[in-house]
């Protein structure tokens, strides 16, 4: 980041003080995979990690681990669930207990599917934080629920952001090298920085400006081909980025950030075209204070850790 970014509007999290300890849980400590944001949980009496993915619009449960626990929970409906690349259909369980924050819940319609990483059981999508706003220290770590009616963030939000009222799916707008405004996805669970689409970056001829190299992307259900580049600026609320990493899919392949089908997870939101996503190279560094119900965010520096 550039130093002059360093100075936000003023911090929110530092002690949040309009906020009544009553109504905030602890800060529960999390590790990071490769970005992904992983909490400790304990499933069916188990104790195992859940990876916080708020761009996915469902929970979901690894089957490596029911298989190797031979567990047995109630069967749900089969859905068809749409990644980033394909769309696979997929069985899911009901009454699945979950104990996480302090508290159990059985939950429902968690969709079987293979995870990335083995040793995480489950994934949270950002409709299980609808009635709380969530505060996600990267810098340390640490992340912890605020109840809504103690934070007003109307008023502390620092940043344009919208929530799809049937996903939960957060967007926010960012300036991309001082050249284009667009809408991302802010995904929790995008291990890299900008995933966008190939024509975007053709149109600002980015291809031809930057170098590239050859990657590998995880969606829910398959690996796809990439081009990764380093962009050299983006605003992000009131700080300036430098050396964005960025992906778009390889020249040939599906434009899948373009998909303008219906059900599409980036079809348009509010009215809004999403135009791809933004994940933990951009979230790093900062303090998220995000109430995915109400679709509003305030970007932050967190407190520096004393003695």
Known sequence: ??????????????????????????WIPFELENGAIELPVTIAGIKTKAILDSGSQLNGINE???KANKLEFGKGSRIRVKGVYDEVEHSTYNKVPVSLFGSTWNLDGLVSMPFGDEDAALLLGGSLFE???????????????????????????NIEMRSDPHTGMPIVKVELNKEKSVWLMLDTGNTGGL?????????????ERYPTKDTLGQGVNTIGENDSFRLPEMTFGPFELENILVTVPKDGSVDVVEAPERGSVFE??????VRGLLGFDVIKHFLLTIDYKEGRMHVGLPPEDKG
């Open 268 to 273: 348009p939101i509010h009215n809004v075209k």
């Open 1 to 26: 980041m550039k130093k002059t970014a360093l100075r936000c509007l003023w911090l929110l999290a530092a002690a949040l003080p309009f906020c009544s300890q009553a109504a905030v849980t602890p």
């Open 131 to 157: 009635n709380f706003i969530v505060q996600i220290d990267y810098p340390h770590s640490k992340l912890r629920l605020v109840e809504r009616k103690s934070l007003d963030l109307r008023k502390a939000a």
């Open 64 to 66: 490596d681990f029911i």
């Open 195 to 207: 995933m966008l689409p190939r024509s975007l970056a053709n149109d600002q001829h980015w291809l």
